[in-house]
């Protein structure tokens, strides 16, 4: 493994962790980013690699709500099952969260068990990510113009109800099928509609990434075929490193910004990324493969 090999794996992810957890495609920029640095991996291994270094990133979703979403100790424990025996080390609400997050689950899990590799090889294309960045970008400016004068009926994950995990879910759906939406970017329109308020509605979605990604990355895993180099390994384990890092900074930032700051400015950068995508495709300087 060449020191030029860690510098790009190193490059990846930075930019696994800035845009997995802001509104702005993960796909696209991990597209872009492709498109310019090659990792010197084989063909099936880049396609793994793109999914799993996803799980350094939600590794710092697990490590900061940590408190939030372990349903078990008697520590700090409000709500406990039962106020004696066993049932006092388990937390009902966040059991009753867990399950929301499951509800929220099932369209991605149907869909993409189903038909992963036919929605790839029909979506995955420069067109359909330029559009899906431009869409959601005016979504987020559009849904932030209407709820500006409104004050939300939900402020916290606790208050979600299942209907609207359910709907989140469905929201959720869009990025699963389409390249280029953002699975943040489509949860938090929907939420930000629903009545969620921004916290609420980026914290939800945190917590719905967690069985999502490590799904997705489980799901890549079983249907790998083929050797596995050591150099390759150790490309994969730096990226998560650093996404982890990165990720633990660019979440805690990014809850601290959206406590006094709409999303009107990702929406902008959506359309701008948008727009450059369709002109290096039409220059042929962004690839798909």
């Keep these: 493994m060449s020191f030029i090999d860690v510098i790009i794996a190193i490059i990846y992810g930075i930019v696994e962790g800035i845009s997995e957890w802001l509104p702005i495609s993960s796909t696209g920029h991990m597209i872009l980013l492709d498109s310019f640095l090659n990792l010197h991996v084989s063909e099936a291994f880049h396609e793994l690699y793109l999914v799993v270094i996803q799980l350094g990133a939600i590794m710092a979703v697990v490590v900061i709500y940590w408190k939030e979403i372990w349903p078990f100790g008697i520590k700090d424990n409000k709500h406990p099952w039962k106020k004696e025996g066993i049932g006092r080390w388990v937390k009902a609400d966040?059991?009753?969260?867990?399950?929301?997050?499951?509800?929220?689950?099932?369209?991605?899990?149907?869909?993409?068990?189903?038909f992963d590799?036919?929605?790839?090889?029909?979506?995955?294309?420069?067109?359909?990510?330029?559009?899906?960045?431009?869409?959601?970008g005016i979504a987020f400016i559009a849904v932030e113009k209407w709820v500006a004068d409104k004050e939300p009926n939900v402020k916290s994950v606790d208050d979600i109800s299942y209907p609207q995990a359910f709907l989140i879910g469905a929201f959720q759906l869009i990025a699963a099928v389409f390249p280029g939406t953002s699975r943040s970017g489509s949860t938090i329109v929907g939420s930000l509609a629903m009545g969620i308020s921004r916290e609420a509605a980026a914290k939800f979605t945190f917590f719905l990434a967690i069985p999502v990604m490590m799904g997705a990355s489980l799901l890549k895993i079983l249907k790998f075929e083929g050797e596995v180099t050591g150099a390759e390994i150790a490309t994969l384990v730096i990226g998560m490193v650093v996404a982890f890092v990165v990720s633990w900074v660019v979440i805690k930032k990014f809850m601290a910004y959206i406590k006094k700051h709409?999303?009107?400015?990702?929406?902008?950068?959506?359309?701008?990324?948008?727009?450059?995508?369709?002109?290096?495709?039409?220059?042929?300087?962004?690839?798909?493969?």
Excluded: H, Q
Aim: proline share 1%; hydrophobic share 65%.
């Design 117 to 136: 590799d036919y929605l790839d090889e029909l979506f995955y294309n420069y067109v359909c990510v330029s559009i899906m960045l431009i869409l959601f």
């Design 94 to 114: 966040k059991f009753n969260m867990w399950f929301k997050i499951l509800v929220a689950c099932i369209p991605a899990i149907i869909v993409g068990v189903l």
């Design 262 to 289: 709409s999303f009107t400015v990702f929406g902008w950068y959506r359309i701008a990324v948008g727009v450059l995508f369709l002109i290096l495709g039409i220059l042929g300087l962004v690839t798909m493969s």
